[in-house]
């Protein structure tokens, strides 16, 4: 497993040095606000080498303006490397592969959004066995374990498997979740997102699901059932719910119970990444304005982020 922390190479193992309750952590899923701004904005947006820089340009304004907006103490970036090497494709060769490969000007923006993330004093990680969802979880789970609460930054709905109370589901522009809203919207808590989506299945990844469980059942058994193994050992239970098609639910269950775990395997995140990262090495730490200054130029940037970076290397460094 290959990780990079702000540039270093690393296996990544959270330590101890977290301060108590109160603390907040921002853990950003870059990769899908890396890819909004890749196919938003116009790609005649290019650098002085004549390459299309408008996702880096996207990336940086939402990056720019969450650091402005929140001032965190403890942030980290979390990229994905790989479609094609993470653990999951071991276990399901299948696992996204009618994703076709990224456009390789867009390989290129997500190198620079890495070193952006650099310059701006913020962690960048990925890892080519883990995706991003991977290191968000195992941030968010260490973190807990010391009192410090999570504000995850992302539209995916994967990650909401892994807010608890008093963390955040945050799609950044829009309304933050607390962990209540995440069962009201979604229509499961978070501890059992997991199962439904190994129920109902996800086209995005590639996943099959059980053959006539949509998101009303899958619902349905997730608010009768604690996981999908207390589903399992009571399926005779199954013919009691007021379900549609319940007589033969049961009956479907039973013949797809392989595939049900094998789902779940691909569904759940990670949340024991071995990530070795300090608390000093998640610290938000001032932009360095000449890196900056460079990069900006090679991206051919205007004012807008020049300025922001000013004011940002302005903010009150976070407090030990």
């Not at 899923?29 to 340009?57: C, I, K, N, Q, T």
Request: glycine share 6%; hydrophobic share 40%; proline share 7%.
């Amino acid at each position: 497993m290959r990780a990079d922390v702000s540039g270093a190479r690393s296996a990544l193992r959270v330590r101890s040095g977290f301060p108590g309750e109160g603390v907040l952590i921002y853990l950003v899923d870059a990769s899908v606000y890396v890819f909004r701004a890749y196919h938003s904005l116009p790609p005649e947006m290019v650098d002085r080498d004549g390459y299309p820089v408008h996702a880096v340009f996207g990336f940086a304004r939402m990056l720019g303006d969450l650091l402005e907006r929140a001032r965190p103490r403890y942030i980290a970036v979390a990229f994905d490397r790989s479609l094609a090497k993470c653990f999951r494709n071991r276990i399901y060769p299948p696992y996204k592969a009618h994703r076709d490969p990224p456009p390789l000007d867009l390989e290129v923006q997500f190198e620079r959004c890495m070193e952006l993330c650099r310059c701006l004093g913020v962690t960048a990680l990925s890892s080519d066995e883990y995706e991003a969802d991977d290191i968000i979880g195992t941030l968010a789970t260490r973190m807990r374990e010391q009192g410090v609460r999570a504000t995850v930054i992302t539209r995916d709905k994967d990650l909401a498997q892994v807010i608890r109370e008093g963390d955040v589901y945050w799609d950044f522009g829009r309304n933050p979740y607390s962990y209540h809203d995440v069962v009201r919207y979604f229509g499961v808590p978070p501890e059992r997102f997991a199962d439904y989506l190994a129920l109902v299945g996800d086209a995005v990844d590639n996943i099959p699901g059980i053959p006539g469980i949509g998101p009303k059942t899958a619902a349905a058994l997730m608010a009768e059932f604690s996981s999908l193994d207390e589903l399992y050992a009571n399926l005779d239970r199954v013919l009691t719910l007021k379900l549609r098609g319940a007589v033969t639910l049961g009956a479907r269950l039973r013949e797809h119970r392989e595939a049900a775990f094998l789902a779940r395997q691909l569904t759940a995140v990670m949340c024991n990444v071995p990530l070795e990262v300090t608390a000093d090495g998640l610290r938000r730490r001032p932009p360095d304005l000449s890196a900056l200054t460079r990069f900006y130029d090679v991206q051919r940037f205007g004012p807008f982020l020049r300025k922001q970076a000013e004011r940002l290397a302005q903010l009150p460094s976070p407090a030990h």
